[in-house]
């Protein structure tokens, strides 16, 4: 199979329901597969310029402290526009949560973002196969930035294997 050049990405943010106007990034990562099959990964926590809850910190498994020394996100903006360059972007939830998220964070540093290839996993599964559910589910483990975006590169490389 011929590799497709394609950006994997999951975020984690500091609010339950991310897909909701309240909600901020707090960590970002992504795998970048290139034409010739290299591999690059960008991981980054963001601050987001407010404290989060007990449990919160609990729930996401990071902690305000680590979150005080990261840069805020106009201080990683076009670090993670480069990064994405043109390349096809590949998410979980990609509609609902994480294109929303990203516009709405873009727009707050006066940033445009505008990606008009972007997959979302999940959606491209549920045309492929007959169940979504379970099946997608066994490839995600706890909600990690950096172990779903190298699941969603894997699942994405296997999906373009399968039906392509």
């Known amino acids: ?26 960590k ?28 919160m910190q609990i729930d996401k498994g990071i902690i305000n402290d680590t979150l005080q020394n990261a840069l805020p996100f106009h201080g990683i903006a076009h670090r993670i526009l480069d990064f994405i360059g043109g390349y096809v972007l590949v998410g979980r939830e990609m509609e609902k949560t994480i294109y929303p998220m990203l516009l709405r964070e873009f727009k707050d540093v006066y940033t445009i973002f505008d990606v008009k290839n972007r997959i979302d996993i999940d959606v491209l599964f549920s045309k492929m196969e007959d169940c979504l559910g379970k099946a ?25 294997r399968r039906y392509y």
């Open 28 to 55: 970002i990562e992504m795998v970048k597969n290139h034409l010739d099959g290299k591999i690059e990964i960008l991981s980054e926590f963001v601050n987001p310029e407010r404290t989060m809850t007990m449990g």
């Open 1 to 26: 199979m011929k590799q497709k050049p394609f950006v994997a990405i999951s975020v984690v943010t500091d609010d339950i329901r991310p897909h909701e106007v309240r909600g901020r990034l707090i």
């Open 136 to 160: 997608s589910l066994d490839f995600y483990g706890k909600h990690d930035s950096g172990s779903e975006a190298r699941n969603i590169h894997a699942i994405f490389i296997e999906q373009m």
